[in-house]
């Protein structure tokens, strides 16, 4: 009998795939199919004048979401490459070892904490 517990990277790569599934569905859901943030957006009717500012408001959201969501899924995408390269869990800056800990809590990291640190301060 086989008992022999899944490598680290194997679970973190089913949250993974599950988080992608999961945000997919959201985003279908949320846009009622297969129609693009972006498509419901534009959709939003600015004609009338009182109700201008609301669709500008909605329309704005609508392309924050799209941008959020969109990034989201390419961080997703990016953690599932570097599972299949091999290079998961190896900070992209530096070359250490990312802590079992930042991964738990952000899988998708691609720095460890320092370098992270340092790139957010360069902003």
Do not use: W
Not at 9 to 33: N, P, S, V, Y
Not at 41 to 64: M, P, T
Request: hydrophobic fraction near 35%.
């Amino acid at each position: 009998m086989n008992t022999a517990t899944p490598a680290p990277h194997d679970i973190f790569k089913t949250q993974l795939i599950a988080a992608r599934t999961e945000l997919l569905t959201r985003m279908a859901q949320e846009r009622g199919g297969l129609v693009s943030r972006a498509d419901m957006a534009a959709a939003h009717d600015v004609r009338s004048f009182d109700d201008r500012a609301q669709a500008i408001s909605e329309r704005n959201d609508e392309f924050a979401m799209n941008e959020h969501e969109t990034a989201e899924l390419g961080d997703i995408d990016a953690a599932l490459e570097r599972i299949r390269a091999g290079t998961y869990g190896i900070c992209t800056d530096c070359g250490v070892n990312i802590a079992p800990s930042r991964l738990n809590a952000y899988p998708t990291a691609k720095r460890c904490i320092d370098c992270q640190s340092r790139s957010e301060h360069h902003r």
